[in-house]
């Protein structure tokens, strides 16, 4: 690839593109940040991009060879935006591009499972980052986090189900890894931390490290489906609810060897996460 063309970053201020782009820009890659209000990024170019503003697209795209994607927030169907987005990236140029997706998500499914099935004929050059979920969730500004500091309590349907959390800081490593290597992926890549944990085992290290009584309140995949609606469209909320029942039922018990394969370093885990938020002041032990 040409050292001289750049990596176009969507999502560039969220949880995984702010840190793709800081270890792009930290390798001395060109990066075009793209968010919507094209705030500054570091060394890398701010640029504005906006899902649903087709104007924003042209000048995002221009001297970039490879595309980090981040699919627009809460859509139900972001094919319906990313696809013709896709298009225009390979006309203009584009010859990777690197997909965040979820591990609960194959190709072919729901949301963003359309983009996934159809990136291997967009791109000669692909790869795309299924990961489990963040364990960001319990210290950034997730619902479990503002539910751990206002209320001491993690509310979930997935009963005693596990989940292998990862650190997004391994995430990014991945993506930036899928993005520069000399040879593409051109996989799927499931991304997980070293350990399969119950919602039950995330409220006891949080109350260890914390010093801060964390409970985990199970409530059925109804309940939470309709607290969801109470703050997001109901076909999402249906959608994230399900996702719970599926860890329910143990479709996210289990451990990759990803992040250690690709990046030559063994993946964060949760206590050690947990330990270095509450170091750097964003841990849930204390209010913000």
Known sequence: ??????TL???TTGTTGSRVTARLTARGHLVRAASRRAAPAGGAGAVRFDWYDPATHEEALRGADRVYLVPPLTAADPAAVMLPFLEQARAAGVRRAVLLSSSAIPAGGPAVGRV???LPALFDEWAVLRPSWFMQNFTGDHMHARGIREHGAIRTATGEGRVAFV???DIAAVAVHALTADRAPDTDLVVTGPQALGYDDIAAVLTEVTGRHVTHRKITYEQLRDHLAQSMPREFATVLAGLDRAIAEGAEDRVTDTVQRLTGRPPRDFRTHVELAVARGGGSGRPR
């Open 1 to 6: 690839m040409s050292s001289a063309a750049a």
């Open 116 to 118: 996934h099935q159809a």
């Open 167 to 169: 650190d997004a800081d």
């Open 9 to 11: 970053v969507i999502g």
